[in-house]
């Protein structure tokens, strides 16, 4: 995923399912207004897959809703 979409401070909604995706920056869980975050049927890599559990855990807290559904091992 392109960074310059960090710059998107008021993104409230991030599809980025079904895109053969390994790894994740996690300023991508940092966005404020947050509402829907999906993130299900990519491969992740295993250092990423343990850095999404409690970044999804934290979202979902905070009333995210966020889709790792399908999530491939």
């Given at each position: 995923l392109p960074l310059s979409l960090l710059a998107l401070h008021s993104l409230e909604e991030l599809d980025i399912s079904n895109n053969e995706l390994t790894s994740l920056d996690e300023r991508y869980f940092d966005?404020?207004?947050?509402?829907?975050?999906?993130?299900?049927?990519?491969?992740?890599?295993?250092?990423?897959k343990k850095m999404i559990a409690p970044k999804v855990e934290s979202l979902r807290s905070k009333g995210v809703f966020v889709n790792l559904i399908g999530e491939r091992d």
């Open positions: 966005y404020k207004e947050f509402k829907i975050f999906s993130l299900a049927n990519n491969p992740w890599d295993e250092s990423t």
